[in-house]
């Protein structure tokens, strides 16, 4: 028995470090190495938008800075988790294909809007996808206050937080857009491929299938609800 309890801990062990080790592979070379580069070769409208709400008074921003079908469906999340009172920015991809051209690194990531709006919040939470199967959240970020909250309100809520983040996505660096608010830290969500099927029926995360909310599971919006409690 002791034997098989051994077995089992070793595989679940080995399926998590492989999770991780897939959340930091899907971090590629960015196509540019910042939005200018990419604004001089792609078409505003035809392959990428950008999209934003600044309520007066918002303290709190969700952003989606990989949206659209570049990382599916962080827009839907941060959209969905602004609501009318936080402020929501979103870059999103648009191309029939090839929209990882469209990534840049949060670290890089100069969108002048979404700079400005970010500089006006004192709290962003940062949207992302991560690889893997497993349904798991890496929460990373300089806010280490409430970093720990959303961890704490996930779990709390049924949904899996690991225990430790890769450094690829960890979020800690100044540079991060999501720690360019004016407290100078913010929150970095990565969130498994295996996690963001559990929000849409089917599993399906093409960008028609997402961006229709008759798709979306329980599982979305109690985990919107999550992360705000953190918030509140």
């Known amino acids: 028995m002791r034997k098989a309890l051994f077995v089992v801990a070793a595989n679940v062990l080995a399926l998590t470090l492989c999770d991780t080790a897939q959340a930091a592979a899907v971090k590629r070379a960015d196509t540019y190495a910042n939005f200018r580069q990419l604004?001089?070769?792609?078409?505003?409208g035809k392959d990428f938008r950008r999209v934003q709400r600044l309520p007066r008074g918002a303290r709190v921003a969700?952003?989606?800075?990989?949206?659209?079908?570049i990382e599916a469906p962080t827009t839907q999340l941060a959209d969905a988790a602004a609501g009318s009172n936080y402020a929501f920015y979103s870059f999103e991809g648009l191309k029939p294909s090839g929209n990882r051209e469209l990534h840049i690194t949060a670290t890089h990531f100069d969108e002048p809007k979404a700079l400005k709006l970010v500089a006006a919040v004192d709290y962003t939470v940062s949207w992302h996808a991560a690889a893997?199967?497993?349904?798991?959240?890496?929460?990373?970020?300089?806010?280490?206050?409430?970093?720990?909250?959303?961890?704490?309100?996930?779990r709390a809520a049924g949904f899996t937080v690991a225990t430790s983040v890769p450094g690829e996505i960890a979020g800690v660096s100044p540079r991060n857009i999501a720690n360019k608010n004016?407290?100078?830290?913010?929150?970095?969500?990565?969130?498994?491929?295996?996690?963001?099927?559990?929000?849409?029926?089917?599993?399906?995360?093409?960008?028609?299938?997402?961006?229709?909310?008759?798709?979306?599971?329980?599982?979305?919006?109690?985990y919107v609800t999550a992360v705000n409690r953190a918030l509140s």
């Open 39 to 44: 604004a001089a070769h792609e078409v505003e």
């Open 62 to 69: 969700h952003i989606a800075i990989h949206g659209g079908a």
């Open 132 to 154: 893997g199967g497993t349904a798991t959240t890496y929460v990373g970020g300089r806010d280490k206050g409430l970093v720990r909250k959303v961890s704490a309100e996930l």
């Open 182 to 222: 004016r407290r100078g830290m913010g929150v970095q969500l990565e969130i498994s491929r295996g996690q963001r099927e559990r929000f849409f029926a089917q599993g399906k995360l093409g960008r028609a299938w997402v961006e229709n909310p008759t798709n979306r599971t329980e599982a979305f919006y109690r």
